[in-house]
């Protein structure tokens, strides 16, 4: 007997009892049926309620992106409503976006409607005004529009926690019922209502009798959708006979915002939909009896087992995690080649899924690393600034006192001279940290460069070949020049040790536009117009991993003693401070290339640069107020002030300070740390002081900060960047003793 006979009578054998059982399973389904539908009214409520809650949360995110556009921040109402009149017509679900004064009055609107309307009597606007980083919903007619509408309400407030304007959205109830009716297929009616009972949004059918604005407030139906924990859904006649069933969201989030939905069917419908699938299953079961029959007869003439077992084969490789492999051709026609060829993009699908996953953790990794190295590098350069301040100053004063000795005025010279090496060494660190003080000003790169072309060539020497390319109309920049030179500097001393027995180097700057496809060193696209500087040369190259460590600082293949391990990360740091970027290729034996690209200025600034500080007198009388939190810095800063002949007042953090200002005498300087314990800074500390005292003048100093030093409005104050020289010292006193008060 064939394979194909024993198939054929196997199955006849097998599918009579499972036939009969299935045919009784059907109709106990029937009742099944009947009570899941009666459940999926429910949940149909809730999947309406969860789908609202989601358009809830997106509003709520487009809020907290136009609460950052400049262009709502304008008194310009017209301009305002048309900015909000573009956002609009891109959600098309809300009836309206508009902004609200802190009055309650109506300021602009996407709809132009130039309207006046208060709103202070509106639920969500007296919520929202108590409100931090989160909306505030109702659902209301909407008085622009007179439809049924859920407000959602942001506040928008200043960096000091005012409210500067409140943010409304009005979504379309309207349309959102009728998205989910034909989602539905109309076969469900769904009525929304406010917590008061009135009628948002009325069902399609014919037979509902309340309008929309109407109540339901006194009906069965609002007692069991009001309920908080009732039923999911319940069995209501309307004064008409006409029964229907009624199923309720229970979202908590959606009955906060006075919002019940609910979804409603026929009872005759329902039991006829079910008493229809029935007949329709039964007819199913013996239409698919009869041509599984056929179908097995033709299949088993056909060649399937090694079909099978080759798909079998594959299943088994990817249980096991091998993503490479694959069914060879040629496939079967028809499923089974079809599910061959699925089942081949599935795992090369996977294998490239896999690999994006890797480089992307990779890329992560890499940038988290750099961005730790950034904090530790940054902090541990603020302690040393500290530390070198003190020794920077005292070997000074060494200097000084041992004139007469020249062994020992030598070796003070050398401490000073260490100190100033060790704070060459911070300030790379607060490159590579990104927390570096720039100067940047608007310049021309190529000036910059053809400036500095006689330098490099010098500092390459003869055995190496250099070349200076430029591109034309070079667009704008703003750098700062000092650190743009160094970092140059560095990439050229870079270049030459890779060049020992001579080669090729080429300076390259050219505009250049960036696209998604352009990746930094830390493989993140940052596309726009950027000048770039490009240093090529013929070297000895990097392998792949010394080129994934380069920019980290204090890596370095050089020999102990000839490089600390800084330059590239410097340089890194500088692109990173100035807006820009860095891009890096090399391989080993074909050179390398480091390219640094700085943003387009939008447009040419017209200031002149500011003018030189005249030199000043390094000596005073004045009273000054000392505040900072270190004691060695604090007593050596005071020592300086007080040989310097001015009278000096101390404090070690802001508090004491101001408590000092409130019952010391005459006080005409204040001379403050940035950073400082006791939860007050300088800047702080500054526009407390200025506002006891008004004609007080202010001086900054500060190692690091973890932000730009922000000088309060109207306060003309200066910063001395430790650590600092006596000479430098007494010029900024004289400079900030000299200036204009407010």
């Given at each position: 007997?064939?394979?194909?006979?024993?198939?054929?009578?196997?199955?006849?054998?097998?599918?009579?009892?499972?036939?009969?059982?299935?045919?009784?399973?059907?109709?106990?389904?029937?009742?099944?049926?009947?009570?899941?539908?009666?459940?999926?009214?429910?949940?149909?409520?809730?999947?309406?309620?969860?789908?609202?809650?989601?358009?809830?949360?997106?509003?709520?995110?487009?809020?907290?992106?136009?609460?950052?556009?400049?262009?709502?921040?304008?008194?310009?109402?017209?301009?305002?409503?048309?900015?909000?009149?573009?956002?609009?017509?891109?959600?098309?679900?809300?009836?309206?976006?508009?902004?609200?004064?802190?009055?309650?009055?109506?300021?602009?609107?996407?709809?132009?409607?130039?309207?006046?309307?208060?709103?202070?009597?509106?639920?969500?606007?007296?919520?929202?005004?108590?409100?931090?980083?989160?909306?505030?919903?109702?659902?209301?007619?909407?008085?622009?529009?007179?439809?049924?509408?859920?407000?959602?309400?942001?506040?928008?407030?200043?960096?000091?926690?005012?409210?500067?304007?409140?943010?409304?959205?009005?979504?379309?109830?309207?349309?959102?019922?009728?998205?989910?009716?034909?989602?539905?297929?109309?076969?469900?009616?769904?009525?929304?209502?406010?917590?008061?009972?009135?009628?948002?949004?009325?069902?399609?059918?014919?037979?509902?009798?309340?309008?929309?604005?109407?109540?339901?407030?006194?009906?069965?139906?609002?007692?069991?959708?009001?309920?908080?924990?009732?039923?999911?859904?319940?069995?209501?006649?309307?004064?008409?006979?006409?029964?229907?069933?009624?199923?309720?969201?229970?979202?908590?989030?959606?009955r906060k915002a006075g919002l019940i939905i609910m979804v409603g069917r026929s009872k005759d419908g329902l039991v006829a939909a079910a008493n229809r699938r029935l007949y329709e299953d039964l007819t199913i079961l013996a239409v698919a009896s009869l041509l599984l029959l056929g179908g097995l007869w033709i299949l088993t003439t056909v060649s399937i087992g090694r079909q099978v077992g080759r798909l079998a084969a594959m299943a088994k490789s990817l249980g096991r995690g091998d993503l490479s492999a694959r069914i060879p051709e040629p496939h079967p026609g028809g499923e089974l080649g079809g599910l061959m060829t699925l089942l081949n993009g599935t795992a090369e699908s996977l294998e490239q899924q896999r690999a994006a996953i890797a480089d992307l953790s990779h890329k992560l990794s890499q940038s988290q690393k750099m961005e730790a190295m950034g904090q530790l590098t940054g902090g541990v350069a603020h302690d040393f600034n500290n530390l070198l301040t003190v020794i920077l100053g005292n070997s000074e004063h060494l200097a000084d006192r041992l004139a007469g000795n020249k062994e020992l005025h030598r070796i003070a010279g050398d401490i000073a001279t260490a100190a100033e090496r060790g704070s060459d060494l911070t300030r790379s660190l607060l490159a590579f940290a990104r927390k570096q003080p720039l100067r940047p000003r608007e310049i021309d790169i190529a000036e910059q460069v053809i400036g500095m072309e006689q330098l490099l060539r010098r500092t390459l020497g003869e055995h190496i070949e250099c070349r200076f390319t430029f591109g034309p109309d070079l667009w704008p920049v703003s750098v700062d020049p000092g650190q743009l030179t160094t970092a140059l500097l560095n990439l050229v001393l870079n270049a030459r040790d890779a060049m020992p027995e001579g080669g090729k180097l080429t300076v390259e700057v050219h505009n250049s536009s960036l696209c998604e496809s352009d990746l930094d060193v830390n493989g993140e696209p940052r596309p726009g117009d950027y000048v770039m500087v490009a240093v090529t040369d013929t070297g000895s190259g990097m392998t792949t991993e010394v080129a994934g460590r380069a920019l980290e600082p204090f890596f370095t293949t050089k020999e102990v003693g000839k490089g600390t391990g800084l330059g590239l990360s410097m340089v890194y740091g500088f692109a990173q401070q100035s807006g820009g970027l860095v891009q890096m290729q090399s391989e080993p034996g074909q050179g390398s290339v480091v390219r640094l690209f700085f943003p387009r200025l939008a447009t040419q600034s017209s200031e002149d640069p500011p003018p030189a500080e005249q030199t000043v007198t390094p000596a005073g009388h004045e009273t000054i107020l000392l505040v900072e939190d270190d004691d060695m810095v604090r007593a050596y800063v005071e020592n300086e002030l007080r040989t310097l002949g001015y009278r000096v007042i101390t404090a070690s953090n802001g508090p004491a300070a101001v408590e000092l200002l409130r019952r010391t005498g005459d006080i005409q300087l204040l001379f403050t740390d940035v950073v400082m314990p006791g939860g007050m800074f300088g800047p702080e500390l500054a526009r407390q002081a200025t506002a006891l005292r008004p004609d007080l003048k202010v001086l900054f100093t500060s190692g690091y900060s973890q932000d730009p030093v922000r000088t309060p409005d109207g306060i003309n104050a200066r910063i001395l960047t430790k650590p600092f020289r006596r000479q430098d010292l007494a010029a900024m006193l004289r400079s900030a003793l000299s200036s204009r008060s407010r």
């Open positions: 007997m064939s394979l194909r006979t024993r198939l054929l009578i196997l199955v006849l054998a097998a599918m009579l009892v499972p036939a009969i059982l299935v045919g009784l399973r059907f109709v106990q389904n029937r009742t099944s049926e009947i009570d899941a539908a009666l459940a999926n009214l429910a949940a149909t409520a809730d999947d309406i309620a969860s789908d609202l809650g989601e358009k809830i949360q997106g509003t709520a995110q487009l809020h907290y992106g136009l609460a950052r556009a400049r262009d709502l921040d304008t008194r310009d109402k017209a301009a305002c409503s048309a900015f909000l009149s573009d956002v609009r017509e891109e959600y098309p679900q809300f009836t309206g976006i508009l902004t609200i004064d802190p009055d309650g009055s109506l300021f602009c609107d996407s709809l132009r409607t130039n309207r006046t309307l208060d709103l202070n009597d509106r639920g969500y606007f007296k919520e929202v005004k108590n409100l931090q980083g989160v909306v505030a919903v109702e659902p209301v007619f909407g008085r622009l529009t007179g439809l049924s509408v859920l407000q959602i309400a942001y506040p928008v407030r200043s960096d000091t926690g005012a409210l500067k304007f409140v943010l409304l959205a009005s979504f379309n109830l309207n349309k959102f019922a009728e998205f989910h009716h034909k989602r539905l297929l109309g076969e469900k009616d769904i009525l929304l209502v406010d917590a008061k009972g009135t009628v948002l949004v009325a069902p399609k059918g014919g037979g509902w009798s309340q309008p929309v604005g109407g109540s339901i407030a006194g009906s069965d139906l609002f007692r069991f959708a009001a309920a908080p924990d009732g039923e999911p859904f319940r069995e209501i006649t309307d004064g008409g006979g006409r029964t229907q069933i009624w199923g309720v969201a229970r979202s908590p989030s959606i």
